[in-house]
């Protein structure tokens, strides 16, 4: 029996690839909703730097330019909506702006739109490894209230 709604978490990677590759797999629903999270430039530099609180100069307004990561997630969401149609599902596309994190973006829409399962890659990392470096699939599992579905990486990942 098919699903009435999936979310499938894209991010341009190659396991999120797979994921898709998989929902259309062994998944079926009437809406596939391809979502790419996205963080602005700013929060991601101050992020980086350690810097809080970076504003954009008052002499630059939003009219003026578009954000270099809204840009890349359009184009990273459209190679996204591009699988998921040739694996075979009824899909749409999303993109959303980050306000705190990726996963919570994530978990986020899910619950905005109801979904009946959330689709997500994995990096298959492991001991110190995962530690060191959080996995929003993860984050969504531990968070979300609602089925996930997670693809592993093919082979061993160093």
Same mark, same amino acid.
């Given at each position: *029996?098919?699903?009435?709604? *999936?979310?499938?978490?894209? !991010? ?28 602005? *430039? ?6 980086? @730097?350690?810097?809080?609180?970076? *504003?954009?100069?008052?002499?630059? @307004? ?8 809204? @840009? !890349? ?26 306000? @705190? ?21 994995t990096r298959g990392a492991t001991g110190i490894k995962a530690?060191? $470096? ?10 979300? $209230?609602? /089925?996930?579905?997670?693809? /592993? /990486? ?5």
């Open positions: *029996m098919p699903c009435d709604q *999936m979310l499938i978490a894209y !991010d341009g990677s190659e396991n999120a690839r797979r994921a898709v590759e998989y929902a259309g797999r062994f998944l079926t629903a009437n809406r596939a909703v391809v979502l790419t999270a996205w963080e602005p *430039m700013v929060r991601q530099a101050a992020r980086l @730097t350690g810097i809080s609180g970076v *504003m954009q100069p008052d002499w630059v @307004t939003d009219d003026e330019i578009e954000d270099i990561a809204f @840009t !890349d997630a359009k184009t990273i969401n459209a190679e996204g909506l591009k699988l998921a149609e040739l694996a075979g599902l009824n899909a749409e596309a999303r993109t959303v702006e980050c306000t @705190t994190t990726i996963w919570n973006a994530i978990v986020d829409v899910a619950d905005e739109l109801d979904v009946d399962i959330i689709v997500a890659g530690l060191l $470096h959080s996995s929003v699939a993860d984050a969504v599992l531990k968070h979300c $209230h609602r /089925p996930v579905f997670l693809v /592993p /990486p093919v082979g061993e990942q160093k």
